[in-house]
Each structure stands twice: as structure tokens, then as C-alpha cells.
């Protein structure tokens, strides 16, 4: 019998990018994220063309590893974005964005995941993935946007 036990983790943490909210909310869809993810390139399974809509699904690969993502929720109005993105083999996670105004010029951006292992390589994903690595994986982000920005 099959004794494995998926591990879980719920990290959050929060950065501040220099742009208006509205900017700042389309660097989290599928193809705002080009600007500024090195090596992020989705092809689009739903709807084929791309275009962000709640539903749709996409493939990206990563370090020899290929991630289904499916967009849960997508709330402009409210600066919301949500996924759930699966790495077969390894690991599923929910992925929430949030962003708010902080003033006409700068959006506080907080990511929360929650990863649960679905092998044993899985698990060791989940437990590599502490606080500190979580803060410095996401604090990465606002880097990235950033040095993207004076491109």
C-alpha cells in the first residue's frame, strides 16, 4: 500500500514596484510576465491566442521541467490573479497575486503560494522552499521588474 504523504507550505510575502496599479497588474498575466521573467515564455493550450481570461490554460518549461498553469481567478478591478499551476510528478501549487495602490505611482504586490508535494521530490521542493528562500524567490520579482523597467 501507498504510504506517501504530500507536504504542505502556505508562504506570503510582499514587495512594491514604482508603477501604477493598473501597469503593475498586467506584469502578472501570462504575457506581461515576458517583460521581466527571464526565460518565461508560456504557450497558450486555452484560448490559443493568449488572451488572459479566467479558464485559461498554458505550458511552461522550466529547468527540464514542464508546468500546467490554469488562470482560476482574473479581477482587474480588484488587482487579483490566481493560479494553479502543476508540475506532474512533483508539486501543485495555488498562486495569488495581489496588487494595491499605494499612491497614483507605486503598487504593493503580494504573492502567496501554497505548494504541496506530490512525490517524494515534490516534498523536498516544498521543504526547500522555506521563509527565507520564499522572501528571497519573491523579493527576486521586484528585482526583475525593475531592472526590466530601465531597459
Not at 29 to 50: C, F, I, N, S
Not at 116 to 121: D, K, V
Request: charged residues 25%; hydrophobic residues 40%.
Amino acid at each position: 500500500m501507498d504510504d506517501f504523504v504530500g507536504e504542505r507550505a502556505e508562504r506570503s510575502h510582499a514587495f512594491v514596484v514604482a508603477r501604477p496599479i493598473a501597469e503593475a497588474f498586467e506584469l502578472f498575466t501570462p504575457a506581461g510576465e515576458r517583460a521581466w521573467a527571464q526565460g518565461w515564455d508560456p504557450r497558450y493550450v486555452h484560448p490559443a491566442d493568449g488572451r488572459t481570461e479566467q479558464g485559461m490554460v498554458f505550458i511552461t518549461t522550466h529547468n527540464d521541467e514542464t508546468t500546467i498553469w490554469t488562470m482560476l481567478r482574473h479581477d482587474p478591478g480588484a488587482g487579483i490573479v490566481e493560479y494553479l499551476r502543476v508540475t506532474p510528478g512533483a508539486r501543485i501549487a495555488s498562486v495569488l497575486v495581489q496588487c494595491s495602490a499605494i499612491d497614483a505611482a507605486r503598487t504593493r504586490v503580494t504573492v502567496v503560494y501554497r505548494f504541496t508535494g506530490l512525490s517524494e521530490a515534490g516534498n523536498a521542493s516544498v521543504r526547500a522552499m522555506d521563509e527565507t528562500h520564499y522572501r528571497a524567490f519573491i523579493d527576486g520579482w521586484g528585482t526583475a521588474i525593475e531592472a526590466a523597467k530601465k531597459k
